[in-house]
């Protein structure tokens, strides 16, 4: 299970969540994920608040430089409402490009990006109280995870990205599909990683850092070992039990 470090990226340079200041922040996106990468993280999470209706953006240059030096696996976040804009950064080699709110309200632009970008595209779903929010809309609607979880998997989605307060649906949620599905809720201390972990068998492939990240309430390295520590025990107990 990946431990995923989010950066937000705004106007070309990387922004701390607010009410945050962590002595390790740059504003230079490329030496952020430097950073990171040296505490043992294997990919980024690139939520890009500046996405254009078409073509490149302002952050388009961060994420290409973050690519191209740093070889780290990129998940790319933001409101992606054309192919154009979708195919600028599927050619940068971008592992996942995710979608929020196009991929509710414009099944077309899913449905083609899945066919022309094969293995990069990949829908987030939020919910609370049981219910799906679709992103830019106020009111929840009324299906469930499970339910757009499936069509999204019939489009040709790669990935879920799955949001909720205290995950009570995730492991649910990695069962019922065959993709891989990306936990974005915060994690508050690293022992919480623990019960995320027992969902790695079911399909949870990792846990993107966010806000508590940059809180210092979490550390990536030490996270990093904890896990390492879960799974050789698991092993252990695995080898043991047969």
Not at 10 to 15: Q, T
Not at 103 to 114: G, H, M, S, V
Not at 203 to 225: A, C, H, P, Q
Request: hydrophobic content about 40%.
């Amino acid at each position: 299970m990946q431990l995923i470090p989010l950066i937000y990226l705004k106007n070309g340079k990387a922004v701390r969540p607010i009410g945050t200041n962590p002595n390790w922040f740059q504003e230079n996106p490329l030496e952020l994920a430097r950073y990171f990468k040296s505490q043992g993280a294997e990919a980024v999470f690139l939520d890009d608040l500046n996405i254009p209706l078409t073509g490149k953006g302002e952050n388009f240059a961060a994420v290409q430089s973050i690519q191209e030096n740093l070889k780290m696996r990129l998940w790319v976040s933001g409101n992606f409402r054309s192919l154009s804009t979708i195919e600028s950064y599927a050619e940068l080699g971008i592992d996942k490009i995710i979608l929020g709110g196009s991929a509710y309200q414009d099944p077309n632009l899913l449905k083609e990006a899945a066919q022309k970008f094969p293995q990069k595209i990949a829908v987030q779903i939020e919910v609370r109280n049981k219910k799906v929010v679709i992103p830019g809309l106020v009111a929840p609607s009324h299906k469930t995870a499970a339910d757009y979880a499936s069509r999204f998997e019939e489009e040709g989605v790669a990935a879920l990205c799955y949001l909720e307060p205290v995950n009570e649906g995730l492991k649910d949620l990695c069962v019922q599909v065959k993709i891989p599905v990306l936990s974005l809720q915060d994690v508050p201390k690293m022992e919480d990683l623990e019960k995320l972990f027992e969902c790695e068998r079911s399909g949870l492939i990792g846990v993107v850092l966010g806000k508590t990240l940059y809180e210092n309430r979490i550390d990536l390295k030490s996270s990093k070992g904890f896990l390492d520590e879960l799974e050789a025990r698991t092993a252990q107990e695995k080898t043991e039990g047969e």
